[in-house]
């Protein structure tokens, strides 16, 4: 049998669409997946709860049966049909999550929780009750999910905000604010709207208020000479939604900040025409990590707060190594809010973290100098001293 050399073959069915956000189940994990599981609320609730907090319209979660590469009793989170996240659960076990103290006194096998990779251990039914009381943290199959689904939306959600997503949440806007949506797709134009929404997003600024962030976008966007600077410009308009998250029972913002002679020598790299030079960007990851270190140990978690110049290079300096670190520009605090200076970071980027006296952990100011006023740098921020 010959064929035509003039004729194309008939073309093959097309590949099925890709999801957007997706769960595979292991097969030992598919009565998940059942009527009546506890998987269903477990996710709903979460998906709920995070909508509802950031503001981000998300695609629907869609689930998934075994699939040849993914072992019995494991699960993987996709974006796009990327594996973003996975984890497993031992069939019949709870995952218990604590301190190795603690986790020392129950039976069972030693593990890493798939989430954040703190000590954990399997445990069986019978070891709940003791784990409990001793403070542990107790997962199920469902529970444990849910929280690994949350954790990569915390991070990835701004990859899910598209163009469509978008169109129908200004339509909410329609018809009060017509005038303001006719604005914003004049400058910067849709597509320029959602690099806005997506930097800050990806950022974990809530977009709860968005009428607040249009304005501001509308505002600043004809005058903007590109969308980063837009960005920097609308994130000083929405003080409260910046500073909100970072806040503590006192109304402060717990902080490493840097000295003007700091600041002015990254300010005056970032502007070079070759950039940040390697070598000053390593020191002062260095010390940065080390301050952090400390820090953390202590069970602080600060904010970087630095000047409005220099705010996104510096973010996205750190981005890599420190992905949680929230990166603020002292244009962006609240008026209300204050600053808790834990730690300075001097010009020098001298190789020896400072010892931070306890006394920094309990004043607004460094070394028990007087509290800064809400929204303005300490007095301990102007002299060098590394």
Request: overall charge negative.
């Amino acid at each position: 049998m010959t064929r035509d050399p003039g004729k194309r073959p008939a073309p093959g069915p097309a590949p099925p669409p890709v999801d957007r956000l997706a769960l595979f189940l292991g097969s030992e994990l598919e009565r998940l997946l059942e009527p009546g599981s506890a998987l269903y609320p477990r996710l709903a609730a979460a998906y709920g709860h995070f909508v509802q907090g950031r503001g981000v319209p998300l695609p629907v979660l869609c689930l998934h049966r075994d699939r040849q590469n993914l072992e019995p009793d494991a699960y993987r989170i996709e974006i796009g049909g990327h594996p973003e996240a996975e984890g497993a659960f031992r069939t019949g076990l709870l995952l218990a999550v604590g301190e190795d103290a603690t986790l020392n006194a129950l039976l069972g096998e030693e593990t890493l929780e798939p989430v954040y990779g703190m000590p954990a251990r399997w445990i069986g039914p019978t070891q709940a009750e003791p784990a409990a009381a001793r403070g542990c943290i107790l997962f199920d199959p469902p529970g444990l999910i849910a929280t690994h689904l949350i954790e990569v939306l915390g991070r990835e959600a701004y990859r899910l905000l598209d163009q469509a997503s978008l169109e129908q949440r200004l339509k909410s806007f329609l018809p009060a604010h017509r005038t303001l949506l006719s604005q914003l797709r004049r400058h910067p134009g849709l597509p320029g709207l959602r690099v806005l929404l997506q930097a800050l997003v990806r950022e974990r600024v809530s977009l709860q208020d968005l009428l607040s962030i249009l304005e501001a976008a509308a505002r600043f966007a004809p005058e903007a000479e590109d969308l980063q600077s837009l960005t920097e410009l609308v994130r000083a308009e929405i003080p409260q939604t910046i500073c909100g998250p970072y806040l503590d029972e006192e109304g402060q913002i717990p902080a490493v900040v840097l000295t003007d002679t700091t600041e002015g020598v990254l300010k005056a790299q970032f502007q070079s025409q070759k950039g940040l030079d390697p070598e000053i960007g390593e020191r002062f990851l260095g010390v940065l990590s080390r301050e952090l270190e400390e820090l953390h140990a202590a069970g602080w978690s600060p904010a970087l707060v630095v000047d409005f110049e220099i705010r996104a290079g510096l973010r996205r300096l750190v981005e890599r190594d420190f992905p949680d670190l929230a990166v603020l520009s002292w244009s962006e605090i609240a008026p209300r809010a204050g600053i808790r200076t834990l730690a300075t970071i001097g010009s020098r980027f001298h190789p020896w973290a400072r010892k931070l006296p306890s006394s920094r952990w309990t004043t607004s100011a460094a070394t028990g100098s007087e509290p800064a006023a809400p929204g303005e740098r300490p007095a301990s921020d102007h002299p060098d001293k590394s």
